[in-house]
């Protein structure tokens, strides 16, 4: 058993960024896949310092804080118990980290009213966002939050809406959703992204798909 251990690991170690996703992987693995993950990390890097706006805390936000050092990183995020978590997690390793909590008030049982409300012209997917997030020009924006794992708990309609509205006026802005698989997800980015161009999909079949799409000018 030690021979087969030492060969993994000599196996998957990269000698770069890729060591550290690929343990964020095995200890996180109902989570984004190893391939998403450097997909994403490559985008974001690609950018040299960027404003990144990403719903959602959780094992992966220090990779993000990593490869954005040199921009602007903010984490949208309900759970209280998860901003504690991250928060003393970026204090004991001495790390700065922009929180802010929101609060997610429809479940997805919602999804399909509030999405029929908006076509007829009734707005109720806005959150109640800082105006710092309101006015800032972001450069990528990342949706995986809320959980959302069942209709009965808070889901990702205002998330994907608010990731629409923060990037729709603005040219070439990345916006990256997880779990697109799912119902509620497949119909808001289906919805509110159909005149952006689509980039990328990621799918292995186990741990959610990544659509990746990207803002055109809206006067075209």
Request: aromatic share 10%; proline share 2%; net charge negative.
């Amino acid at each position: 058993m030690s021979i087969s251990y030492v060969l993994k690991e000599r196996k998957n170690t990269y000698g770069d960024y890729r060591d550290d996703i690929q343990s964020l992987v095995e200890l996180n693995p109902n989570q984004m896949s190893f391939d998403e993950y450097v997909y994403i990390y490559e985008l974001i890097k690609s950018k040299g310092g960027c404003n990144l706006l990403i719903f959602g805390l959780g094992r992966d936000s220090e990779l993000w804080l990593n490869v954005n050092a040199d921009g602007k990183t903010t984490f949208l995020e309900d759970n209280l118990d998860w901003i504690k978590i991250v928060n003393t997690q970026m204090n004991n390793l001495n790390k700065e980290i922009d929180i802010r909590h929101i609060t997610y008030t429809n479940l997805g049982y919602d999804a399909d009213r509030l999405l029929t409300e908006y076509e007829s012209g009734q707005n109720n997917l806005k959150l109640d966002l800082p105006n710092d997030i309101l006015d800032n020009n972001w450069d990528v924006i990342i949706v995986d939050a809320p959980a959302g794992y069942g209709e009965d708990v808070p889901c990702r309609m205002k998330s994907i809406y608010e990731s629409y509205n923060l990037s729709n006026k603005k040219l070439d802005v990345d916006v990256i959703v997880h779990d697109a698989q799912r119902r509620i997800e497949k119909m808001y980015t289906d919805y509110f992204f159909k005149s952006y161009n689509h980039i990328k999909t990621l799918d292995d079949g186990k741990h959610g798909k990544l659509q990746h799409y990207r803002s055109v000018d809206s006067n075209e």
